[in-house]
């Protein structure tokens, strides 16, 4: 019999149960956990850190840590200021009124649907044109009377391309730096869960929704300069939906990322009291 090595096996011979006490198994993971509870003030719960550090050791062993250039887990944190730590890249920085915010630990940050959303600081052209992933995790969908979007970059310049998820009210557009030829799941505006984009190629790239990754053929277009946005696309309205995670950066497998998240968001409701 072959023995697989778990991330949550605690280590005694001839057990494989859950890992009950938060044990640093990645410099990475320990170094964001660190950071989360500094901004908190406060200890995390021993298995949301234990579920932190199986989220990073998972994604390092599918081969999709490196693809991600700018996170942040929007839950489990204890505090707002602890769920915009940033898992990768730089802090995002917050827009909009102050007080429109309402953080959740379990189901994560919803804003005010009007002038709320983050300045992820991830620029557009730091991302290659034919390489680029955009992803989040919504934990209730929008509710607003026209069209927003849930994570976006700029829209503006000769080519017009546009990088978002966009909600309306019958539907999900997904686009990855093109206007034309987008994915349109038209009666899926109510979805949660996870969903995002990916392209590794000029010619077309891949979204995922509901558990179901499917490709569309779509030119890449240059973009102009500017941040990628959460909460909304650059320059157009803010989404008041909520969401527990986002992650922007280069092309990778959209399903692994699915499950690492999916898992993440789950082992919290759990996890926290």
């Not at 509870?37 to 390092?60: H, M, P, R, S, Y």
């Not at 379990?106 to 557009?124: A, I, P």
């Not at 000029?202 to 558990?211: A, E, H, I, M």
Request: overall charge negative; charged content about 15%.
């Amino acid at each position: 019999m072959t023995l697989v090595w778990r991330p949550d096996y605690n280590g005694t011979p001839g057990k494989m149960t859950l890992r009950q006490t938060w044990q640093p198994m990645d410099s990475d993971a320990a170094a964001y956990i660190t950071a989360v509870e500094t901004a908190d003030g406060q200890a995390l719960e021993e298995k949301v850190k234990i579920a932190i550090d199986n989220f990073v050791l998972g994604c390092k062993a599918d081969g999709i840590w490196s693809a991600i250039k700018a996170s942040c887990i929007l839950a489990g944190a204890r505090t707002l200021d602890g769920a915009l730590v940033p898992l990768a890249g730089t802090a995002p920085t917050k827009q909009g009124t102050e007080a429109g915010w309402n953080y959740n630990r379990e189901t994560g940050l919803k804003g005010n649907g009007t002038d709320n959303s983050l300045d992820s600081g991830l620029n557009m052209f730091d991302v290659p044109l034919s390489s680029v992933h955009q992803s989040v995790s919504v934990s209730a969908a929008d509710t607003n009377a026209g069209s927003t979007s849930y994570i976006g970059g700029t829209f503006t310049g000769p080519s017009n391309s546009l990088t978002e998820i966009n909600w309306n009210v019958s539907s999900l557009i997904f686009r990855s730096r093109n206007v034309s030829n987008s994915y349109v799941a038209n009666g899926e505006q109510d979805s949660t869960g996870f969903m995002g984009t990916s392209r590794d190629n000029s010619s077309n790239f891949d979204y995922r929704l509901n558990g179901t990754t499917g490709t569309v053929a779509a030119v890449a277009l240059s973009s102009t300069d500017g941040d990628f946005s959460v909460f909304r696309r650059t320059g157009f309205t803010p989404t008041n939906a909520r969401l527990a995670f986002y992650s922007i950066g280069e092309s990778l497998d959209l399903a692994l990322l699915d499950a690492r998240v999916t898992d993440l968001i789950n082992a919290f409701g759990v996890a926290i009291p």
